[in-house]
């Protein structure tokens, strides 16, 4: 038909366009929650992250938990992916798996162990925890860390050069100073409140 039309000077009609959308527009700000990851690592206090997940919650965030290896002995994961909404996150993700959790807009480190807060001043990424928080600083993401060390572990002279470096990135550090492993009292909203972490969206 192409060929003929142009032979006798014929033009079809032209095909019908589709009519302008009618759809609506993207909104212009997004709706989704400011979403927070709570990195759990293997100390006695981690079983009680419950109230971290909560009081974030209340505070209006959406909240995924990444665990170390070893901290998944210390969580009910059951109950915490049921108070998130979310599978916990300890191993790396298969390539071409989707990614489980959305990016964080805030970390916080509750509890953060001698073993973790010492290799992630040194830069080692042996567990998806340790990953994501090396990351955190070249990408930017707001973190903050709640130490709980028993006072004999509080004492090795790396530990304070691994808290000199990591405020020099910019990490912010939880304030307790006593042992932190013996039971109760442990500081969980203080993260929050190191992040800034007031209401809704964080505002
Ligand atoms: C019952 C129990 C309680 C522990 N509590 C602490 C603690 O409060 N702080 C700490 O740094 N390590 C604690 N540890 C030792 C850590 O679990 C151990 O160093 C582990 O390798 C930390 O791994 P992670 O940093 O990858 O989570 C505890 C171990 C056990 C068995």
Not at 111 to 140: H, Q, R, V
Request: charge should be negative; hydrophobic fraction near 40%.
């Amino acid at each position: 038909m192409g060929e003929s039309a142009t032979r006798s000077g014929y033009l079809p009609p032209a095909a019908p366009t589709a009519p302008p959308s009618i759809l609506p527009l993207e909104p212009l700000v997004s709706q989704r929650k400011s979403f927070l990851y709570v990195v759990v690592c293997a100390a006695g206090v981690a079983g009680d992250v419950g109230t971290l997940i909560t009081a974030a919650q209340d505070r209006g965030w959406d909240v995924g938990v990444v665990a170390t290896p070893h901290a998944m002995g210390f969580i009910d994961a059951a109950a915490v992916e049921a108070r998130t909404g979310y599978p916990i996150r300890s191993a790396w993700r298969r390539p071409g798996d989707p990614r489980p959790l959305p990016d964080p807009d805030a970390i916080a480190v509750a509890p953060a162990t001698f073993n973790t807060l010492n290799k992630w001043a040194a830069g080692m990424s042996d567990t998806l925890a340790l990953g994501i928080l090396c990351e955190a600083y070249g990408t930017g993401v707001p973190t903050a860390a709640l130490p709980c060390l028993s006072t004999a572990q509080a004492a090795h002279p790396a530990y304070r050069r691994s808290l000199d470096a990591l405020r020099e990135m910019g990490v912010r550090i939880g304030t307790g100073e006593r042992d932190q492993t013996v039971s109760g009292g442990f500081r969980w909203e203080e993260a929050l409140d190191l992040l800034d972490i007031g209401s809704v969206h964080g505002s």
